[in-house]
């Protein structure tokens, strides 16, 4: 299965983690810490926790015992994030998967 946001941050010319490609809009983080209701994601340069992040209803980071789920977030995954054109808002909003 392809990762529909992956393709449209490919498409859209998405910055890397460290440089966005204009004031807010797409950018991809890795996540450094999930699970037990922990995350933290490095985006845009910042270490970001999970009161700073909107993270779609997709994705859980809450989980205590990992069953290899798809929708389980866990460190190492890269994710594509929407940020706020004001960089105050940073929403997760799917794994990045490139095939």
Known sequence: MSDIYAKLAGMMGAGSASRPIAP???????????????????????SLGQTELHVSADLSYTWTLDEGQAN??????????????DMQDYYVLQKAVFT
């Not at 807010?24 to 910042?46: H, T």
């Open 24 to 46: 807010g809009g797409w950018l991809f983080g890795d996540v450094l810490e999930a699970g037990q209701g922990e995350l933290r994601i490095a985006c845009g340069g910042l």
């Open 72 to 85: 389980f977030l866990r460190a190492g995954d890269r994710v594509l994030v929407l940020v706020s054109s």
